[in-house]
T-cell receptor
Framework: KQEVTQIPAALSVPEGENLVLNCSFTDSAIYNLQWFRQDPGKGLTSLLLIQSSQREQTSGRLNASLDKSSGRSTLYIAASQPGDSATYLCAVSEGSQGNLIFGKGTKLSVKP | DVKVTQSSRYLVKRTGEKVFLECVQDMDHENMFWYRQDPGLGLRLIYFSYDVKMKEKGDIPEGYSVSREKKERFSLILESASTNQTSMYLC?????????????FGPGTRLTVT
């Protein structure tokens, strides 16, 4: 059964730092991988979707990479800001129906 | 912009009540999903639907049922609410693209069963 792990569970950095969030999955037969952001008490906001055939996707200060063979993805955040403080969730889809299997998230705190 | 709305942000119900959680999307998406989110357990799939009147069980369907009579609306039903169903419920939708497409989430309903 697919398992998704995110390390670390929590991360605190000073404003302006570049940082990397990690996601690993146990079965490399994924359809795609999606990164989300969740603010406290709110729903999920989609950040980036990487298809299984892709190696990376970029949106503004965010860059996500995918290495299917090793079962890993990273989310790179450049020049972090206090507004980036949130929980970041990684999720993989194993089929065309789109069911997502989620990691438990990394809670990021960016200090001014 | 894709918009997924949920009928209530906060809901308090009593044990044994029948509870309806409604979700509506405005982008003509084929697939819709219901998840629950609990501290330490993360998000888990309850049910999903890939077409009107079609439904599939997710990982934790026990105690729940769903209804999809119209494409834009997907309802989650707690037949007899119990305290262990106190949770954050999140609805999502996506188009049925061949290469996979993004899943969009609603704001969530925080349900408390007393």
């Amino acid at each position: 059964k697919q398992e998704v792990t995110q390390i670390p569970a929590a991360l605190s950095v000073p404003e302006g730092e570049n940082l990397v969030l990690n996601c690993s999955f146990t079965d490399s037969a994924i359809y795609n991988l999606q990164w989300f952001r969740q603010d406290p008490g709110k729903g999920l906001t989609s950040l980036l979707l990487i298809q299984s055939s892709q190696r990376e996707q970029t949106s503004g200060r965010l860059n996500a990479s995918l290495d299917k063979s090793s079962g890993r993805s990273t989310l790179y955040i450049a020049a972090s800001q206090p507004g980036d403080s949130a929980t970041y969730l990684c999720a993989v889809s194993e089929g065309s129906q789109g069911n997502l299997i989620f990691g438990k998230g990394t809670k990021l705190s960016v200090k001014p | 912009d894709v918009k997924v709305t949920q009928s209530s942000r906060y809901l308090v119900k009593r044990t044994g009540e029948k509870v309806f959680l409604e979700c509506v999307q405005d982008m003509d998406h084929e697939n819709m999903f219901w998840y629950r989110q609990d501290p330490g357990l993360g998000l888990r799939l309850i049910y999903f639907s890939y077409d009107v009147k079609m439904k599939e069980k997710g990982d934790i369907p026990e105690g729940y049922s769903v209804s999809r009579e119209k494409k834009e609306r997907f309802s989650l039903i707690l037949e007899s609410a119990s305290t262990n169903q106190t949770s954050m419920y999140l609805c999502a939708s996506r188009s049925q693209g061949g290469g996979g497409s993004e899943q969009y989430f609603g704001p969530g309903t925080r349900l408390t069963v007393t």
